[in-house]
């Protein structure tokens, strides 16, 4: 099993319209959660970090489910910009405290659609 | 807040020169700085975690002899790629840890396209 697992699309969606993302990890032990953007050839972009009791920025709602290991991402009137790769982050929890790596999906590709 | 700098932004070498990528925290201290990989249409894969005044600890597979990481500063680390190859030929990113909220986030360079002939 993946340690990060995303349907990478392309969701193809009408602007204004509402899309949902869905990942699944398999790390258990996983603490930190995050929606990163990418843009061809760019850095990824932190979108929003994702907390377990769900936490709404915008237009952009993200969710938890640490039973299930799985983690939303909800864009409501969707616009044009909105078109990007959208990553699911995991952290890689290592013992001894500190930061932590990261461990991303292959991403879901957006198209908005005018 | 939280930029992350990256330099150079792309380069072209010939086969079998080293290639010093630079990685720097702009305004913020990073103890801890990673060091991903992108090939096309893949997924970014962590190649090491550098700590500043330590080794850095490299994931599985990765060569620490081939990718030399020095953390010299709480807002510098580079990365080395010696004796670069055609498949070395990827997209490397830097990242900077900062903590927001209580959550250790991680801020990325805008990455350097590396090209080997």
């Known amino acids: 099993r993946k340690e990060v697992e995303q349907d990478p699309g392309p969701f193809n969606v009408p602007e204004g319209a509402t899309v949902a993302f869905n990942c699944t990890y398999s790390n258990s032990a996983s603490q930190s959660f995050f929606w990163y953007r990418q843009d061809c050839r760019k850095e990824p972009k932190l979108l929003m970090s994702v907390y377990s009791s769900g936490n709404e920025d915008g237009r952009f709602t993200a969710q938890l489910n640490r039973a299930s290991q799985y983690i939303s991402l909800l864009i409501r009137d969707s616009k044009l910009s909105d078109s990007a790769t959208y990553l699911c982050v995991v952290n890689r929890e290592y013992s001894g405290g500190g930061a932590d790596g990261l461990t991303f999906g292959k991403g879901t590709h957006l198209i908005i659609q005018p | 807040g939280a930029v992350v700098s990256q330099h150079p932004s792309r380069v072209i070498c010939k086969s079998g020169t080293s290639v010093k990528i630079e990685c720097r925290s702009l305004d913020f201290q990073a103890t801890t700085m990673f060091w991903y990989r992108q090939f096309p249409k893949q997924s970014l894969m962590l190649m090491a975690t550098s700590n500043e005044g330590s080794k850095a600890t490299y994931e599985q597979g990765v060569e620490k002899d081939k990718f030399l990481i020095n953390h010299a500063s709480l807002t510098l680390s580079t990365l080395t790629v010696t004796s670069a190859h055609p498949e070395d030929s990827s997209f490397y990113i830097c990242?900077?840890?900062?903590?927001?909220?209580?959550?250790?986030?991680?801020?990325f360079g805008p990455g350097t396209r590396l090209t080997v002939l």
């Open positions: 990242s900077a840890s900062a903590r927001i909220r209580g959550t250790d986030t991680q801020y």
